[in-house]
């Protein structure tokens, strides 16, 4: 995290990257403490400078539901987080610029697919879902080129192809995913769907702010 923040602090300058690695701290700590709160083994984060952070679980969920869990608990407190820094310093140039920057990170990691988290939550739904996200981080990469998307599309093509092959009637795959009740299936897809037009709309907006100079 120290490295990140050094790092970031050349190129952004000490306050920004000070507010975004405390927005990146935000999100992964959300994981975590919902992780520990399903009584699964966690690390703490680990920051790779120009690339994000990351849990480590110790022990794969024990269904879909639990893993999606863990996984919208990130994007939503850096959401609320997020929140918080533009209502307190949303009167300045560089607490939007921080707001913004939590806002967009938290919703470019709610596309579909996996391993970013939009993709862990949608699984509760079915991995099929993933190849809807292909295309939208493709669309990404092509209009933003970053080395840490790219990343994030070489780890999702074995997942993918996994999506492509799933089987719904496989034992493995009905214990897995289909055994989640069709309620709790509806009450992510809710939420996901919520929090990701929310996200969407505030970028945008917040975005807008500050190419007006406002």
């Avoid at 995290?1 to 300058?13: D, W």
């Avoid at 120009?50 to 999606?68: C, T, Y």
């Avoid at 055994?179 to 939420?191: D, G, K, Q, T």
Wanted: hydrophobic content about 55%; charged content about 10%; proline content about 7%.
């Amino acid at each position: 995290m120290l490295l990140s923040l050094v790092l970031y602090a050349q190129i952004y300058g000490w306050p920004f990257a000070a507010g975004f690695i405390g927005l990146l701290f935000c999100h992964e700590m959300g994981h975590y403490f919902a992780a520990r709160q399903r009584g699964l083994a966690v690390g703490l984060p680990m920051f790779i400078p120009f690339v994000g952070a990351a849990i480590f679980m110790k022990e794969n969920p024990p269904d879909a539901e639990v893993e999606a869990y863990v996984a919208f608990a990130g994007p939503f407190v850096g959401a609320v987080c997020s929140f918080l820094v533009y209502l307190i310093w949303g009167d300045s140039r560089l607490g939007l610029a921080i707001a913004y920057s939590g806002f967009l990170l938290n919703f470019i990691n709610l596309i579909p697919i996996s391993p970013l988290d939009g993709g862990r939550i949608t699984a509760v739904l079915s991995p099929r879902i993933w190849l809807l996200g292909l295309p939208l981080l493709g669309a990404l990469l092509l209009y933003q080129p970053s080395p840490a998307l790219l990343l994030v599309l070489i780890l999702a093509l074995p997942r993918l192809v996994q999506a492509w092959r799933f089987d719904p009637k496989a034992p493995e795959n009905m214990a897995y995913y289909t055994a989640v009740p069709f309620s709790i299936r509806l009450e992510y897809a809710l939420m996901y769907f919520g929090l990701t037009a929310v996200l969407g709309l505030v970028s945008f907006g917040v975005h807008e702010r500050l190419q007006g100079g406002s």
